[in-house]
């Protein structure tokens, strides 16, 4: 264990708490919990269908649970909207990249960053001058996360016009602008290939050491969430099946019945 679980292991940052979603007579979770400690990159796995891309929903306040509660920072988000939750520091990445793709890839970032701004459409038309400040701040920010996703050739560049896995990338500065204490990343690994895959493992641990940030990786890539995580969480069905180390998890019988079938 490192410094940064030990230290966080009895302080969730993030609580799950049976919760439940239901649509119509589709029971989509059911009565899910788990924690995120602060400081550890907790893996969300299972079939398609299980569930995951629910509970980011639920986390994103996307989705209302019919039942049961998520605390942050020890605090009910439930009657958040998305735009608070961002405010309250969570970041998140999407499974289709929702990038401005005319944009280049510094207006993308600073998007992220203008998120958490406090101007409004009055003050930013009439330039005032501690808009210009924030505005400046803004943009100090972008160019940091711009040299250390090592974007510093395509700052300019427009972004629909980039190579995918660069464009993954964008989106990480994108959710990290916001300065989040919580990153959902939803599948960062779809569509890289074998080396752009092991560069974004390197890279979700490098941001959790030197950042501090807490990470909810959702992700199909088994050998990226083994090697990445924490804790792994596993859901089947809506239901949580699986809970532990990565070695535990691999080692869980209901967890392998779930993935290769009852006869493994």
């Known amino acids: 264990m490192n410094n940064s679980e ?4 009895t302080d969730p940052l993030l609580e799950v708490d049976v919760v439940a979603v239901r649509f119509g007579g589709i029971t989509a979770l059911d009565g899910v919990s788990f924690d995120a400690p ?24 996307l989705y209302i649970p019919n039942s049961g509660d998520i605390r942050f ?28 793709s005319t944009m280049s890839v510094l207006d993308n970032i600073m998007v992220g960053a203008h998120s958490r701004s406090s101007s409004g459409f009055l003050s930013n038309a009439l330039w005032l001058p501690w808009v210009q400040s924030e505005d400046a701040r ?13 974007l510093m050739d395509v700052a300019y560049a427009t972004v629909g016009d980039l190579p995918f896995g660069t464009q993954k990338r964008v989106e990480l500065g ?11 990343l939803d599948e960062p690994a779809g569509g890289l290939n074998h080396d752009e895959v092991e560069d974004l493992g390197r890279m979700i641990r490098q941001i959790r050491d030197d950042r501090g940030v807490t990470i909810l990786l959702v992700e199909h890539h088994m050998s990226l969430v083994m090697s990445v995580s924490d804790t792994v969480v596993v859901v089947n069905f809506g239901r949580k099946i699986g809970e532990g180390t990565p070695q535990e998890v691999q080692q869980n019988p209901e967890v392998i019945r ?5 006869e493994e």
């Open 6 to 9: 030990a230290s966080s292991s």
């Open 138 to 150: 803004v943009r100090e920010n972008a160019w940091e996360l711009i040299k250390y996703l090592d």
């Open 174 to 184: 994108r959710a990290l602008a916001s300065k989040p204490k919580l990153l959902l």
């Open 38 to 61: 602060r400081g550890t990159i907790v893996g969300l796995i299972g079939p398609n269908g299980a569930g995951k891309t629910t509970l980011f929903n639920c986390l994103s306040r």
């Open 258 to 262: 779930a993935y290769l079938g009852e």
């Open 73 to 100: 920072d020890g605090r009910s988000i439930l009657s958040k909207t998305p735009h608070e939750m961002v405010n309250m520091g969570v970041g998140r990445t999407f499974q289709n990249l929702a990038l401005f």
